[in-house]
C-alpha cells in the first residue's frame, strides 16, 4: 500500500529535522517543498510532502507517522 503524508513546520531546523527523520524511517520525498508565508501567526512556513510503501491494507485509522 502507498502512503501519503504531507510535513509542514514553521521554517526553521525543525522542520529540517522533521522531513529528516521521515527520510530516514523510510519515506521518499513526493514533488517540490512549498514555502509561505503565514499570516495569521507572521511566519514562514514550509512543506513537503512525502510517501512510502509498506505493506498491509488501507485503513482511516493508520497512524501515518508512525509507519
Partial sequence: MQLYRFL???????????????????????????YAFDAANGVMRCGQAVTKEVP????????????
Avoid: M
Fill in 56 to 67: 498491509g491494507t488501507y485503513s482511516p485509522d493508520l497512524k501515518l507517522g508512525e509507519q
Fill in 8 to 34: 509542514t513546520a514553521d521554517d526553521t531546523d525543525a522542520f529540517c529535522h522533521k522531513v529528516t527523520r521521515a527520510l530516514n524511517n523510510g519515506w521518499a520525498l513526493h514533488g517540490s517543498p512549498t
